[in-house]
């Protein structure tokens, strides 16, 4: 599954560098180490299947990534890192004056169409959560805070403002609805409906789930 | 963690056989198998590791299970086995006049409070789902599809009532509630805040962001 970030190749370039082809194989690489990660698990990644997904010798990997836990590290933390870019551009990009109940739906759908686009990445975080050794989640959990700041300071903002219902807990509140987010990559495939009916659907019930008006 | 469903040993009784002993040795085994493979994954759930948490020797094992992979099968389905017996007899247990939203927030409730208490069996499921060879979940998706169509019925129930809004797609919903429910295991401890008030925050916004009324 391609990844958004990957670099576009240049194909009208009139002077390709190395830079974009080790650029794109090592993202063919975090690719294919995400898909066997998701599905093997951490103990069951080999670099030979990584390697052949990512059609390349297995030796060829190491010239990207010194050892196995390195590039389990990094596509542990790729995911996160990347929706933690894309949502905080998406926000970035709102008009000030926006109310914040609605600063919380426009993060919803960023989230979601981000997090199936890469999916792969997003189960192998989910399934290997726990799994993989404490000092391969270190930037992992740092960029995870970093990102559960930035929803936590949707949902102060939205309780500030008097636009959450009183009764919620807006710490429980808020993780019971990325728990909804982050659960689609289980579960949706274009089979169960439309990624729009997706996304609307998840808005409206955070929507009206959250709402005090 | 003990299960629910794990035999209460009979301390005053006066001619104990050997049935409970086996019976609870057996849950021990399960209760740590289920903890090692929400933590070590498939590939690295070793029985060594089981049997030291189960406080037995090894080989002891062997005399509940074949093989690992017949302990690991029935870890992956004694979750959601359980689960369906639970939140089926919660459900039966309710007055046939009640109303169809009502009733799914008493199986939110239901759901969690179980998940939570078997949350390494939760665990285990969620992180090694598509983890283990196919084989080895024909039991536990044979007994998801039936706890799908349980909650399925509850929410064309409510459908048919005219109880959901009518912007939601009702099978996307459903899959939204189950994420926000899922996830739970994975981030709820006492800290966040009490089961009672998880319980209560996950019914309101169940109840808003699906009600039409």
Redesign the interface.
């Known amino acids: 599954m391609a990844r958004k970030t990957a670099p576009a190749p240049s194909e009208d370039s009139t002077e390709p560098s190395a830079e974009p082809k080790a650029a794109r194989t090592r993202q063919r690489i975090l690719d294919a180490a995400a898909h066997v990660l ?7 990644t080999r670099l030979s299947e990584v390697a052949e997904i990512a059609e390349l010798q297995a030796p060829a990997i190491y010239y990207y990534f010194p050892s196995r836990d390195d590039l389990v590290e990094e596509v542990m933390w790729a995911g996160i890192a990347d929706m933690n870019v894309h949502v905080g551009e998406v926000l970035d990009r709102l008009p000030p004056d926006m109310r914040p109940l609605d600063r919380i739906l426009v993060a919803v759908e960023a989230h979601m169409r981000h997090e199936l686009e890469i999916s792969d990445y997003t ?1 192998a975080s ?6 993989v050794p404490e000092k391969i989640r270190t930037r992992q959990l740092a960029e995870e805070a970093k990102y559960g700041a930035m929803w936590r300071a949707l949902f102060e903002a939205a309780a500030e403002a008097g636009e959450l ?1 009183p ?3 807006p ?3 808020r ?10 990559a ?3 495939t274009p089979a ?2 439309s990624l729009d ?2 996304v ?3 808005q ?3 929507r ?4 005090a008006g």
Do not use: C, H, P
């Not at 998701?38 to 069951?44: D, F, I, L, N, T």
């Open positions: 998701s599905r093997k698990g951490y103990a069951g189960t989910i399934r290997n959560a726990g799994q219902r009764e919620l807990d710490v429980i509140a993780m019971l609805v990325l728990g909804a987010l982050n659960w689609a289980e579960w949706w169960r409906g009916t997706v609307a659907t998840a409206a019930i955070v009206n789930g959250l709402s």
